[in-house]
């Protein structure tokens, strides 16, 4: 339970000191959904398997390239939080993806039918 713990103090902690980031990050995202709210039909479930799929596509990529961005291999896992830590942080990689692909998809193909 420690690591755990600890694991969330260091992700606090990295969050702290990258504050600006995360907040132009967020705004940018609620522009892109303010955008795509503007169009009255705009069909966001024929758009959400297709930001999925990217999403996915996304955190598999992530689950690869994470290790050697950190200066590691997958051999190094050796220990189980190692290995949540690192499947968390692909699964965020993909979910962000697929935040930003879903309005990006839904305006995409709004522009398409007119």
Known sequence: MYELWLMLNILWEVA????PMLLAASLLWLVLMGL???YAGARWSASLPSALLIGCIAAFAAFLLLPQALSSTLSDL???????????LAM?????VAAYALPLITIRRELGHR
Request: no cysteine; aromatic share 18%.
């Open 16 to 19: 702290l000191s990258v504050w």
């Open 36 to 38: 795509t709210l503007r």
């Open 78 to 88: 050796g220990y189980w939080v190692d290995w949540v830590t690192l499947i968390g």
């Open 92 to 96: 965020a990689v993909g979910g962000a």
